[in-house]
């Protein structure tokens, strides 16, 4: 028996096939994915491109640690790190192993330097991934005493923004002060708990400054947000920093086959090269997502303009039926005056992963067209329960 693991109540739906964003179930009903499956499918399902490219790859496997490649890996290896400007990378078999993997990259670190500063900052209510470690970043599995939580900036609406953001820097700040044996800052590059509210660029690079004047690293899980979500190819791209330590995943492969990475600096691959890299697994590298990344890479460069475009087309939704909103690039929180459940989503002829508490949460594909829009303010409509302007 599969353990279930959607909200109490739920009916089980099987899907018979998808196709571009939508997604179609047994008993006939077709639902526009709202959430590109879970923020992964940026491309849309059943991509041509990438089927035929996974189903020719000559190369099924690699002994990451025995020093076998190939040219594709090593080919995506330096195209990743020249695309963000990192020294090196470390592959993942997805997104709650790359930042696994980079919590190893933090802690070897501060091991090399012979300092002990194994402490790591983290968000109440933030999500890393489901690993003990990961849960353990937002505030669950107290004992393994690691993380130091501090309260994420929580805004819904636009004028709340300026003062949480202060506020939350002065508690980093205190935190960072009080804890000389904090050694790295996790954040997401926007978080999913804390109402999709994106932060501003003074945010950001005020962050930057204060890890780089405690000594601290800045690590930043781009996993949800990387490869065309917020109009680049890292999330963080648009607000002028550069991490130390980043992770990705989810549409790097336009979710065809599960792959992360987690991706250092000159600063933490110094510390790094002194000894053997430990953090692998049985699929590192994972070729079917080492070539559908490749694929999916090209085609998403192609596509980033369209990221603006679609945002505009979000906001003129929310503008006509008077909603509230939050988000850049391709994705965005509709807020709504009642709590909205799976069934009311699946209702308005959506298909979703999460529920938002009292809003809808989209993520939209670099590929959606006007029947997507159509269909998004059809179903947001229906839910508002409001008459178009």
């Known amino acids: 028996m599969e353990i279930k693991f959607w909200s109490p109540g739920e009916r089980e739906k099987t899907v018979t096939h998808t196709q571009g964003s939508w997604i179609h179930y047994s008993n006939g009903q077709r639902c526009l994915d709202v959430q590109c499956g879970n923020m992964a499918y940026i491309l849309g399902y059943q991509n041509n491109e990438i089927i035929t490219t996974v189903a020719d790859n000559p190369v099924n496997f690699i002994r990451g640690n025995s020093g076998e490649t190939s040219a594709d890996n090593s080919k995506l290896v330096q195209w990743i790190c020249e695309l963000g400007n990192w020294a090196a990378l470390t592959w993942a078999v997805s997104g709650s192993d790359a930042v696994e993997a980079a919590m190893a990259m933090n802690d070897t670190y501060w091991q090399t330097r012979g ?176 070539v559908a990344a490749i694929s999916a890479t090209q085609q998403i460069q192609n596509l980033l303009p369209q990221a603006t475009k679609i945002h505009q087309k979000l906001t003129n939704i929310a503008t006509e039926l008077d909603l509230n909103w939050r988000g850049a690039g391709t994705f965005m929180a509709f807020d709504f005056d009642r709590a909205i459940s799976l069934s009311d989503i699946n209702n308005a002829g959506f298909a979703a992963s999460l529920p938002g508490d009292k809003s809808v949460k989209v993520f939209a594909p670099l590929t959606a067209d006007d029947e997507y829009f159509d269909a998004l303010r059809s179903g947001l409509q229906r839910l508002s329960k409001k008459p178009v302007h």
Not at 120 to 125: D, N, R, V
Not at 147 to 152: A, E, K, N, T
Not at 219 to 232: E, K, R
């Open 115 to 290: 300092l002990n500063k194994h402490k790591i900052l983290s968000f109440a209510g933030s999500y890393h991934g489901t690993t003990m470690l990961a849960k353990h970043l937002r505030g669950q599995y107290s004992y393994l005493n690691r993380s130091v939580l501090v309260p994420s900036p929580s805004w819904q609406y636009q004028y709340q923004q300026n003062g949480q953001e202060k506020l939350t820097l002065m508690r980093i700040q205190k935190t960072l002060t009080e804890n000389p044996d904090i050694g790295c800052l996790i954040m997401e590059t926007v978080s999913w708990a804390m109402h999709l509210a994106p932060h501003s660029t003074e945010y950001w690079q005020s962050l930057r400054s204060i890890c780089t004047e405690h000594d601290v690293l800045m690590i930043v899980d781009d996993v949800a947000f990387c490869w065309g979500t917020n109009g680049t190819m890292f999330g963080y791209e648009p607000y002028g920093i550069q991490p130390d330590i980043c992770t990705i995943g989810k549409s790097l492969t336009n979710g065809y086959s599960p792959l992360g990475a987690a991706c250092c600096n000159e600063k933490v691959l110094a510390q790094l090269d002194t000894q053997n890299w430990s953090h692998g697994h049985t699929w590192q590298p994972n070729m079917s997502g080492v």
